[in-house]
Nanobody
Framework: VQLQASGGGLVQAGGSLRLSCAVS????????MGWFRQAPGKERECVSV????????YYDDAVKGRFTISRDNAKKTVYLQMNSLKPEDTARYYC????????????????????WGQGTLVTVSS
């Protein structure tokens, strides 16, 4: 299973970016998908997660109301729409897949995730 994240870049504070993560191999519809980020000198943290069907989502308090996660199971792609970006959103963003049974609750611990992409860098200037 391979995950390819894209869409990062340099943006001014208040701007928007849309991250994409394309999954190849495996069975995308059986994975809960998460976005994590790691800022320089900090630990990697969970930003947002979406369930297999897309019916359940999780957002960290720091991004709630500004970020929106979505998925297209036909395209095997998960998205993270990031609006009203702040300098503190600067980080490398990673997508990850958690192979779960349908009734499993959303996981926010990175140890729960089976597959990881290489990350895409988001830089927000003030």
């Amino acid at each position: 299973v391979q995950l390819q994240a894209s869409g990062g870049g340099l943006v001014q504070a208040g701007g928007s970016l849309r991250l994409s993560c394309a999954v190849s191999g495996g069975m995308f519809s059986r994975y809960a998908m998460g976005w994590f980020r790691q800022a320089p000198g900090k630990e990697r943290e969970c930003v947002s997660v979406i369930s297999r069907s897309g019916s359940s989502t999780y957002y960290d308090d720091a991004v709630k109301g500004r970020f929106t996660i979505s998925r297209d199971n036909a395209k095997k792609t998960v998205y993270l729409q990031m609006n009203s970006l702040k300098p503190e959103d600067t980080a490398r963003y990673y997508c990850a897949g958690d192979h779960v049974i349908s009734s499993a609750p959303i996981a926010t611990r990175q140890q729960s995730y089976d597959y990881w992409g290489q990350g895409t860098l988001v830089t927000v200037s003030s």
